[in-house]
C-alpha cells in the first residue's frame, strides 16, 4: 500500500516513511491510493474479535511495511483493558470502546435506539488516547528499527497535548516538547501535563494564548535547518496513522450496536479538525454499514455550514469562538482536505486549485463545481449546538438516563437527535469525560462530575513546567538545551 497526497504532487511513499512526518512536500496531506474494501463474510468473521485484533485486520489492510508479527504485537500492548480502564460504572472495559445504551430501540438491532459509543476510557479521558496511544508504540517500533531519534514539537489547547504526552512518555527514542498557553487550560488540564515526571516529557507555559503558541511551533519548523538538527517532528491532527487508528472504532461501534450486516447504524460526530469523522468516512467508504455520518459543530460551525450549503469558508481567529467545548474551537478543519480529495473523485490538481483559495484568505463554493450534488452519496449530515444547548443537553440527559456526559458529547447528542429516525440507531461517539471540562458542569448540574478512580488528587501533584515568554527564540534554547541528539 502506498500513500499518496491530496495535491497531486509528491511522489508517493509507504506507510513508515509517513508516519513520522507531517504534510506532503506539495502542501497536501497523505491519503492510501485506494481503500480497501471489506467483504460480508469478512465483517462477519471480525464481530467476534477482540479490540486488538480488529485494530490489526484493519491496520494491516493499510500498513505492509511492517511485519504481520510485529503489527500484531504493537496492537496487544496498545489496546487493553488496563490502558482504557476508565469506563463509566457498569461498562465492560475489555471491549476498549463499549456501547451505552441511553435509549435500547426496538429488538435486536436496537431501530430508533440512542448510545454513546465511549471512546473516552483511555488515561487522558478524552478520544484522542485511542489513536494517540498507538502512534507513541509505532513511533517507538520505528526509531527503534531505523536506529533514530525525534523531538516531538507541539502546540495545545488541552486534549492534544496530554494524550500526546501520555502516549510518548517514557518511550525511547522519544521527546516531547509541548507548548500550551500559561494559566488558559482548565486545573484538571493543567495537572494532568503537568504532573507528568518523566524526563523526556517537556512543558513548556508560553505568556500568551494558544495562538501565541501555535505561531512559535510554525516559526521554529520554518527553521528548516533548525528542524533538521534537532530532528523536530509533529504529532498533531492531521497525521495519518492517528486518522487509520479512528477507523477501528467506527468498526467496533458498529458491531457493539448490530448483530447482523443487514443492520445499519447512524453516527454522530463533535467534530473540530475532522480528523474523527474523516475516520467514520473511511470506515464507511470501506464497506461499513453506516447509513449517515452527522458532523456536528459548536458555535464554530464552519463544517455545518460547509455540509448545509456547499461553501467551505475558513474563519479568521477573530472569527473564532472560546466555547465551553474548547477542543472543537476551529477556524479551519485541517482533514477536511482529506474529505474533499475523495469528494472530487481523488482530483489533486483540483484540491490544489481550491486550496489555493482557501490559502490566499478566500473560500471555495462546491455549488460551482460538478461535485456540489455528490456531498449526498457520502451519507453527511450536519448541525450546530452552543452553550445554552450544551447545558440543556446535560441536564436533560442526568435527568433522563442518570448519565454525566461532557461538553462536547453534549454537542454530538444535541445534533444527533436532530437527525434521529426509527430505521437505524443513533450512536454519537463520547469523545471526552465531562470530569475534563468540571466548571461547565457545574453550571449545568449545581454540582462537579464524577472522576473514575485514581483522578482524586490529580490537582495536588507536585508539578513540572517551565513558563516563558512569547519569544521563539527562548523555546529554541530551551530546546537546544534538552534535545535528543
Ligand atoms: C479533538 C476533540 C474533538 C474534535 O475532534 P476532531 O478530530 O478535531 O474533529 C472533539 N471532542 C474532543 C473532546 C476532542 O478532544
Known sequence: MRYLSTRGQAPTQQFCDILLGGLAPDGGLYLPESYPEISDAELTAWRDLSYAELAFEIL????????ADDLRAICDKTYTAEVYCNTREGSDASRITPVTWLEAGEGENHRGGLGLLELSNGPTLAF??????????????????????????????????SAAEYAMRGKHGVRVFMLSPNGRMSAFQR???????????????????????QDIVKAVSNDHAFKK??????????????????????????FGATTSNDQQVDMAVPSGN?????????????GLPIR????????????????????????????????SSPSMDISK???????VFDLVGRDGDRVRALWQQVESGGSFDLNETPFGAKVADFGFESGSSNHANRLETIRATRDAYGIVVDTHTADGLKVGREHRDDQ??????????????EETILEALGAPPPRPDGFDHLEALPQRVEVMPVDVNAVKDFIRKHAND
Request: include cysteine; glycine fraction near 8%; charge should be negative.
Open 333 to 339: 478543519a485541517s482533514n477536511f482536505e482529506r474529505f
Open 424 to 437: 437505524a440507531p443513533m450512536l454519537v461517539l463520547e469523545t471526552a469525560q465531562a470530569a475534563k471540562f
Open 128 to 161: 484522542k488516547d485511542m489513536a494517540m496511544q498507538l502512534l507513541g508504540n509505532l513511533f517507538e517500533y520505528v526509531l527503534d528499527k531505523r536506529g533514530q531519534e525525534i523531538n516531538i514539537l507541539g502546540a495545545t489547547s488541552g486534549d492534544t497535548g
Open 292 to 323: 449517515k455520518l452527522v458532523c456536528a459543530t459548536n458555535e464554530n460551525d464552519v463544517l455545518d455550514e460547509f455540509f448545509r450549503t456547499g461553501v467551505y469558508r475558513p474563519r479568521t481567529s477573530a472569527e473564532t469562538h472560546v466555547t
Open 229 to 254: 538538527q534537532y530532528k523536530i517532528g509533529a504529532v498533531n491532527s492531521i497525521n495519518w496513522a492517528r486518522v487509520v487508528a479512528q477507523v477501528v472504532y467506527y468498526f467496533a461501534g458498529y
Open 274 to 286: 475532522f480528523g474523527n469523522i474523516c475516520a467514520g468516512h473511511i470506515a464507511r467508504t470501506m
Open 60 to 67: 494491516s489492510r493499510f500498513i505492509d511495511d511492517i511485519p
Open 191 to 213: 495537572a494532568q501535563m503537568y504532573s507528568l515526571q518523566d524526563e523526556n516529557i517537556l512543558n513548556i507555559a508560553i505568556e500568551g494564548m494558544f495562538d501565541d503558541a
